[in-house]
């Protein structure tokens, strides 16, 4: 158990760092947001490569190219976000567009909810419609648009690995995959092209050591948990990207953020917490 709760605690880490990440090296260095969504994909996809290969797979067997696109779609939306949003803010709403697109798929498809899990579902999105409303502490309207688009690539990318049989695999064939489509994106955007050595050493720490082995370490834990153990677990991750924005970053914590957050991750947590019929 101890083991397992050091790998849980390292995963939701890994995830938050990811925002963090992204944000410092966006604010506060010179790199554009396509040169750190290449530099973090293709350093992703190395690492990931490297403990395939040591593991005996083929990693470039595995995975395919529409999960590819919707990972390269969340990571460049991600990171096109962070220009304006905080860390916390981000965060929160990546993660709420990520299950609030999720659940309405599974509605969609035909899933049935409890009652109480419509009500949490409705909940979430009043949170992140609340955050959104205009007013002097609502995000910028582009950075809000950017991770949400994020959110919802990310649950597509999500939906398309669902019942893969190697995930570590399947992701590093992903991020394999996805560096070309990066690639495309920073040469469409080479007139805009700034990169530094700090700003390009945050996108190969967040590529390989937050998305690579944080990736890998969150599948280690997985078989032993339930989904909704699993579900509940990741609602850590806004939270501890707020603190870390506050306190490594020396942002702000606003009202709206804490309501919004309070709202949308206790939405979700309904949602999740009840087992479909």
Known sequence: ??????????????????????????????????????????????????????????????????????LFAYAAAFSFAYRQLTAATGALLLFGAVQTAMLSWGLAKGERL?????????VAVGGLVYMLL?????????????MIAAGIAWAGYS??????????????????????????LSLAMSMHTTVDPTGAL????SGAITSGLGYVLWYAA????????????????????ALGGVVLLAEPLSSR????????????????LRPRT
């Open 1 to 70: 158990m101890p083991r397992l709760i050091l790998i849980i605690t390292l995963a939701m880490l890994a995830f938050a760092g990811n925002s963090l990440l992204c944000r410092v090296a966006l604010r506060d260095t010179a790199i554009d947001a396509a040169s750190f969504t290449s530099i973090r994909l293709a350093a992703g996809a190395l690492m990931l490569m490297v403990i395939v290969r040591v593991r005996g797979g083929r990693p470039a067997d595995a995975g395919s190219w529409p999960a590819a696109f919707c």
């Open 134 to 146: 205009p007013g002097l502490s609502a995000p910028p309207l582009a950075g809000a648009a950017f």
């Open 159 to 184: 939906l398309l690995g669902r019942g893969v049989k190697d995930p570590t695999s399947a992701t590093a064939g992903n991020f394999l995959r996805a560096v070309p489509f990066a690639a495309a």
């Open 202 to 205: 945050y996108a190969v720490v």
């Open 222 to 241: 997985l078989p032993a948990l339930t989904a909704a153990s699993a579900a509940v677990i990741q609602l850590s991750v806004p939270a501890i990207a």
């Open 114 to 122: 409890r009652q109480l899990q419509i009500v949490g579902l409705l």
């Open 257 to 272: 953020l804490v309501i919004a957050s309070v709202t949308i991750l206790g939405g979700i947590a309904l949602t999740i």
